[in-house]
């Protein structure tokens, strides 16, 4: 895919979060989001050894905060000028999840371009696909009884 002026302006708004916001061990990634409505969004990652949220999924926060509706493309940036970052496996999952039409930016400074997120995700699982339909009594807290087969229901006492 070719980059677009709106991709470029996208890559220079995460670049300036990264150099204004990640100045510690804490931040050390920036990204933005742009909406269909061509507004933009960005967030930094929350470092904690517990896994904290990458800065993809607090743009995608912050976006939501905000009233956006469907998001158009996404890139991460790190800081210190390590340039653009792909996304993890579960940002690439939370993204494929949540908006399976937007589009990352990848690649290296020279050979930037905005690729469908499915294509970082070859044979993915898809959440909303494993979904099993739940009956109404076992959304009530009332779960049915099991049949297994050649069993008998035991006896009242």
């Not at 210190?80 to 939370?94: D, T, Y």
Request: aromatic fraction near 6%; charge should be neutral; hydrophobic fraction near 40%.
């Amino acid at each position: 895919m070719i980059m677009r002026d709106t991709d470029r302006a996208l890559v220079q708004a995460a670049t300036a979060v990264a150099k204004l916001r990640c100045r510690s061990d804490n931040h050390t990634v920036a990204a933005a989001v742009r909406s269909t409505d061509g507004r933009v969004f960005s967030g930094v990652n929350v470092y904690h050894f517990t896994g904290g949220p990458c800065a993809e999924v607090v743009a995608l926060g912050a976006a939501a905060t905000q009233g956006a509706g469907e998001l158009e493309t996404i890139v991460a940036v790190g800081d210190r000028g390590r340039g653009v970052l792909p996304p993890c496996g579960r940002c690439r999952q939370v993204l494929l999840d949540y908006f399976p039409s937007i589009k990352v930016i990848v690649g290296p400074p020279d050979g930037l371009r905005a690729i469908p997120v499915a294509d970082l995700l070859p044979e993915t699982y898809v959440w909303s696909d494993q979904q099993v339909e739940v009956p109404v009594a076992a959304r009530a807290g009332v779960w049915p009884t099991p049949v297994v087969p050649g069993s008998r229901q035991a006896p009242e006492d």
